[in-house]
């Protein structure tokens, strides 16, 4: 959760750029970066030293590795149990979380007695749409109940299942782009805060920010990678 009420003196807003909210704090930032009106460019190589000292002065300061620690955690992954049929209401279409792809997939549909419904096993994470309308998320429970649950915790609980897993970021030149994969909303606004660009409904992110993508990923049991770059003869 992040701090709600009276905003940070300092915070990171993208990696290496604060917005500084208490002016008394320009008089330390100054010589280690550039200052533009309510901005902070960070040029100097003394980056923990300087967030050391705004802290020792009392000012309170919200970085992007700690955004990261506040983001929740996985949880506990459940047991795949027993198989159930459900008829599908009118007009609305299941997908389940698939841990192997990370991707939501179909629900095949099956007609029983003239009833269309959707084969579905304990302890999986549903999708549920009704047209174009806002997907609703469940978890399958105990005697074929599907629990109501919101988006982030089935992801979480869609990734618990997938750990250990690799991904694979690629190269754009000096940029990074990243896998297009559904991620849990806190995650998903977090790597949207660091990337500069988009491609192929990729975030784009520059090589600084490289390390915290690393970690956000890391919490989700995911290790992501750089492809090989192929040699130039």
Not at 60 to 84: K, N
Not at 153 to 166: F, I, K, W
Not at 170 to 192: K, N, S, T
């Amino acid at each position: 959760m992040e701090r709600e009420g009276k905003p940070y003196d300092i915070e990171e807003i993208a990696p290496g750029r604060f917005i500084v909210r208490d002016p008394r704090a320009k008089t330390i930032l100054k010589g280690e970066g550039d200052l533009e009106g309510q901005f902070f460019t960070l040029r100097s190589w003394r980056r923990e030293g300087l967030l050391a000292r705004l802290r020792g002065r009392g000012f309170r300061v919200l970085t992007l590795e700690d955004r990261i620690r506040r983001l929740p955690p996985l949880p506990a992954p459940l047991p795949t149990g027993s198989s159930f049929w459900l008829p599908l209401p009118d007009d609305e279409r299941w997908s389940v979380f698939d841990p192997q792809h990370l991707d939501w997939i179909p629900v095949p549909v099956e007609i029983r007695d003239g009833i269309a419904g959707c084969v579905i096993r304990q302890g999986q994470v549903i999708r549920r749409r009704r047209g174009r309308g806002v997907p609703r998320y469940a978890l399958v429970a105990e005697g074929a109940t599907l629990r109501t649950i919101d988006e982030t915790e089935a992801l979480l609980h869609g990734y618990a299942r997938a750990t250990p897993v690799r991904l694979t970021a690629r190269r754009d030149g000096e940029r990074i782009v990243l896998p297009a994969h559904p991620l849990p909303p806190p995650h998903r606004r977090l790597l949207r805060r660091m990337a500069i660009d988009t491609l192929d409904d990729c975030l784009v992110i520059e090589t600084k920010a490289w390390a915290l993508a690393q970690e956000i990923y890391a919490g989700l049991g995911v290790l992501i990678i750089l492809e090989k770059q192929a040699e130039t003869k």
